[in-house]
Every structure is written in structure tokens, then in C-alpha cells.
């Protein structure tokens, strides 16, 4: 078993966060003796000091994680925005009975907006597969049993803690 200076004696440590573009640009330019002195790089290993064309590749490697690391944090809130709004339009659609059912609603002026309680606002994974009722051809202690409840239970972590209360109390009827 490795100790604890053993497990340490080789790492790379790098902060996308504190990364800027010059730094980006360091890290193809610079020695990575240079980069350790920067506050977004961290690295001890046999290739700090080293100048070889393998340290250029490996050092590209690591431009390109760093990269795209940035790319993530950019993204973040227009990502976040976009599943939101999806996740909307699913509630919105399941409330109205569907696309048609949505459209005939907005004719009659009656669309029904989802509700953003707890208990009803569904997620897009609740929205993708929306059974709630184990497989009833299986008795408890039954090995279909179990794995109907897995994965009933694996589609529910997704959900919020009220909807998960209800749908086990009303659904599936058992109480904890």
C-alpha cells in the first residue's frame, strides 16, 4: 500500500479558474520550470526543468484540458439557462395533455402553466419516463422485485425531495 509521500511525489495541479489567455499562452511558450511560478500551475514530476519535444506534446495536452476547461466555465450559465427552459417546455407540454393538447388549450385560452410546486414540477428524466408504479407481476422478495425497486429508486434521485415523498406515498404506497 502507498504511503502518503509516495502517492505525492508526482502531480499537476492547474486552476482553469485563475488560468488567463496569456497564461494559456505560457504554457505552449514558456518552460514549465517558468509555469510552476505561476499561481494557476502546479506540477512535480520527472519533467519539470525537462525541454524536449515529448514536454511540447505533453504541455499541448495540457493547454488543450485547460482550454476547454475555460470553455465549460463560459458555458455554465447559458447551459444552465437552456436545461431550465427545456425543462419548462417537458412540464409545460405534460400539463396540457401534450403538443396538441398544448395548442388546443392556447385556442381556448385555457393553458395550464406547470405548477412550480415541489410535487408536481417534474424533471427531464421524470418528463423522459414518467411510470411510477413498480411491476406489479412481481411480489416483494422477489428478485424482479428488487430490481424493479433499483430502478425506481434510480429514477427518483433526479427528482426533488417533495415530488420523491409524494410519488412514494401516493404511488407506490409505502410509508417511511
Not at 388549450?105 to 424533471?123: C, D, H, L, Q, W
Request: hydrophobic share 40%.
Amino acid at each position: 500500500m502507498a504511503t502518503d509521500e509516495e502517492f505525492c511525489e508526482r502531480y499537476l495541479l492547474v486552476n482553469a479558474k485563475e488560468a488567463s489567455l496569456y497564461d494559456l499562452a505560457c504554457i505552449l511558450i514558456c518552460s514549465t520550470s517558468f509555469l510552476n511560478t505561476k499561481n494557476f500551475y502546479d506540477e512535480q514530476s520527472e519533467y519539470v526543468g525537462r525541454s524536449t519535444r515529448g514536454n511540447l506534446r505533453r504541455r499541448f495536452v495540457i493547454f488543450v484540458s485547460i482550454l476547454a476547461q475555460k470553455v465549460f466555465i463560459w458555458a455554465e450559465k447559458p447551459v444552465t439557462l437552456i436545461g431550465a427552459l427545456i425543462e419548462l417546455w417537458l412540464n409545460l407540454l405534460s400539463s396540457n395533455g401534450g403538443f396538441f393538447g398544448l395548442q388546443i388549450n392556447y385556442i381556448r385560452g385555457k393553458v395550464v402553466m406547470p405548477e412550480e410546486s415541489p410535487e408536481k414540477f417534474v424533471s427531464i428524466i421524470g418528463e423522459l419516463d414518467n411510470r411510477l408504479k413498480v411491476d406489479e407481476s412481481s411480489r416483494k422478495g422477489d428478485g424482479r422485485y428488487n430490481s424493479s425497486l433499483a430502478i425506481m429508486a434510480a429514477k427518483l434521485s433526479y427528482e426533488n425531495e417533495a415530488f420523491v415523498k409524494a410519488a412514494i406515498q401516493d404511488q407506490l404506497k409505502v410509508s417511511y
